[in-house]
């Protein structure tokens, strides 16, 4: 390669050389660098500031939660100084080697412990070494942009703090050097040298060429990063899409070019898959493909992956999902937990934004207003990708439903915005009564062809269509000739709750439906109990079964088929109740349920309610025994079914009954 930053020398020779045979510092240095003929001056001493010297403890034992990171930080800074490089060139500014190829190489000494990261970018003056180096607080990417602002030009691909991500180094080095020469034709080179604590040296070193190399001496827990598969793979982690080649012991490691920055009719379906496969470690092909870049609220260039199918559906274990942050190429965080809603955590995927607030610690970043408005943008972003995607093939999005339906219920059940709730409730699917088995509709396939004036959307849970149609519930809707949408997943139960209107329609349970029968003629020899005896019988039918057991019961023409079902407000929630009801309450809570919500309705036209009346008089105790059994039925229609073993004994007794069976 063109453009090295130095002679080469042996790395052995320029590590174990020393400057000056009055210096105590250890055994990395770099005579070999100055001048045979000519011996140039000696070292130049300078102190750390208090507060950089304060900042260099914090950065080396406490900022950065993985050490790793380091590396992260000096390629950040490498392809820094190179784009900064480029734009010199735009300018028109005169540079040593214009035609070098711009590239950072790290290269690894097992030997002598070391790692070392060098580039022919920009390179530094020994004001600018003493200015960045010498103090944190000041930012060499800082003071560049301000100077291009102020000469009008573009300095927007500027990535970093310098300062602060060099001293990362000291995390894992017992003492850097940097050798250093500007690109400014007949610069001076440098050397600095440091072990992070008795402040820094500089002298002048000749025949460097242009650029920055940074040899850190590795201490003794951190001897992994000597190691080229552990510095191979914290590279292709965290420095995998900078835009500049970065080799590893002379090969490249970044080979997987970063697409979001692209224009997406230029990318192909390849392309996608393995920048897919890269990021979510997986082999099968994305199932679909989400790419957009905004500039409002925030800016920011995206692209999402969702996978063919989803192995794990337990939400707390997504521990391989997730979206990977990055500032301007550079990774921030992998799977950023903070950047997608729980619901949305299936994805694969990049999101690159120029507005991140990078403070002190990328690693550690905290969430921000920018950071909300990013994931309010995505969210709002993917909504809608999915209900295009629904539109334009809906076989293929019901293959995503089957997958990742249970992510949209969450989303829903979550999430506190009605707008939001509402926008996801669109890519929810459902069986109807409409429609044949197996045809899935939507809400809003729904509302359009609901009749006029409609203001519910009637849905019904139950395990099964053969369930739902036989359900005494769907009776009367079906009369009506009003559609039902069936449920069957328990999940959607709790989550038409939860949505409760859409579109300004209530979701309404067929259960709860105050819908009256269709008006039709009674039919011939069909016999009814008038309204005084049925009152009675209503009222003996509460005595029977215990007023502390059944909050009502009364006459109704709910239905015709079913001799009795009970009407239970808000049913959804109080089923999910006795379900998460400790074994030891569920008693107490349930006949709590039956005495203050559970209200039965009574069939006056059917045969057995009708027998009932007069069975009561002849033979009570029987009777109270179908009355038992007719309110357990009507519970059990409903899913309120405590303990079914207890009919079982009751059930005996009424056989017993009927067949006259004798002791």
């Known amino acids: ?150 000469g009008g030009g573009d300095a927007s691909n500027i990535i970093g703090q310098f300062g602060v991500g060099f001293y990362s180094a000291f995390m894992v080095g017992g003492h850097v050097t940097v050798l250093t020469r500007s690109a400014k034709p007949g610069s001076t080179g440098y050397v600095w040298n440091s072990n992070g604590e008795d402040g820094y040296d500089i002298q002048e070193a000749a025949g460097l060429s242009r650029g920055t190399r940074i040899i850190i001496q590795l201490k003794e827990d951190a001897l992994e990063f000597v190691k080229k598969d552990r510095v191979r793979e914290v590279l292709r982690k965290h420095s995998n899409f900078v835009g500049f080649p970065i080799y590893l012991d002379g090969v490249q490691v970044n080979t997987i070019e970063p697409l979001w920055t692209r224009k997406p009719s230029e990318i192909a379906d390849e392309e996608h898959a393995e920048l897919y496969q890269s990021l979510s ?52 965080q992998a799977q950023s937990p903070k950047l997608l809603p729980e619901w949305l955590m299936f994805l694969h995927g990049v999101v690159d934004s120029e507005d991140i607030p990078l403070n002190l610690s990328r690693e550690l970043l905290q969430e921000s207003v920018v950071i909300s408005k990013i994931k309010s943008v995505i969210t709002g972003k993917m909504i809608a990708y999915l209900n295009r995607q629904a539109k334009r093939d809906p076989e293929k999005y019901e293959q995503f439903y089957r997958e990742f339906g249970r992510f949209l219920r969450i989303g829903i059940v979550t999430t506190e915005s009605q707008t939001e ?16 088995k197996g045809v899935l509709v939507s809400l809003d396939q729904y509302i359009e062809r609901a009749p006029e004036g409609q203001k519910q959307v009637y849905y019904l849970s139950a395990p099964s269509r053969d369930m739902a ?13 009003l559609e039902v949408l069936f449920a069957y997943n ?5 989550v038409l709750y939860q949505l409760g209107n859409f579109k300004d329609r209530k979701l309404c349970t067929a259960e709860s439906a105050n819908v009256k029968p269709a008006d039709k003629p009674d039919k011939p020899g069909v016999e009814k109990l008038e309204k005084q005896e049925g009152n009675k019988l209503a009222s003996w039918f509460r005595d029977s079964l215990g007023r ?92 309120l079914v405590h303990d079914p073993r207890r009919m079982v004994g009751r059930i005996n007794q009424i056989l017993k009954a009927v067949t006259d069976v004798k002791e």
């Open 421 to 436: 709730k509402e926008d996801l409730a669109k890519l929810l699917r459902f069986e109807s009564s409409k429609e044949e």
């Open 1 to 150: 390669m063109s453009g090295r930053l130095y002679r080469r020398l042996p790395l052995r020779t320029l590590l174990t050389k020393t400057l000056s045979p009055v210096s105590t510092r250890p055994i990395h240095h770099t005579s070999h660098l100055l001048s045979s003929s000519s011996p140039e001056p000696s070292p130049q001493k300078h102190n750390f500031q208090a507060e950089t010297r304060q900042l260099l403890d914090i950065v080396a034992k406490s900022l950065y939660s993985e050490r790793e990171v380091f590396l992260r930080e000096l390629i950040s800074n490498a392809a820094d100084a190179l784009e900064k490089l480029r734009y010199t060139q735009l300018k028109g500014d005169e540079i040593d080697d214009p035609s070098a190829t711009l590239h950072i190489e790290c290269s690894l000494s097992e030997s002598l412990n070391s790692i070392t990261i060098e580039d022919n970018g920009i390179g530094m003056t020994k004001e600018e070494l003493i200015a960045n180096l010498g103090t944190i607080a000041r930012s060499g990417s800082r003071e560049f942009i301000k100077s291009a602002g102020e």
């Open 281 to 332: 470690g997986r082999k099968d092909n994305p199932m679909y493909t989400m790419q957009f870049s905004v500039e409002t609220p925030v800016s920011i260039k995206c692209v999402l992956y969702v996978p063919q199918f989803m192995p794990q559906l337990d939400i707390a274990n997504l521990t391989n999902f997730g979206i990977s942050l990055y500032c301007r190429k550079v990774m921030v």
């Open 490 to 494: 328990k999940e959607d139960d709790v």
């Open 469 to 481: 149609m036989e359900s005494p519930y769907f009776e009367t809707l079906q009369e009506n000739d």
């Open 548 to 639: 502390e057991n059944v909050k009502e019961v009364k006459m109704s023409d709910r239905q015709h088929s079913q001799p009795a079902v009970v009407t239970v407000e808000n049913l959804t929630t109080l089923r999910r109740y006795l379900e998460m009801t400790p074994p030891e309450q569920k008693e107490a809570n349930y006949k709590y349920l039956l005495s203050d919500k559970v209200v039965l309705e009574l069939n006056p036209s059917h045969p057995i309610i009708r027998q009932l009346s007069s069975l009561k008089e002849s033979n009570p105790e029987v009777a109270g025994l179908v009355a038992a059994q007719l309110f357990d039925n009507a519970l059990m229609n409903a899913d």
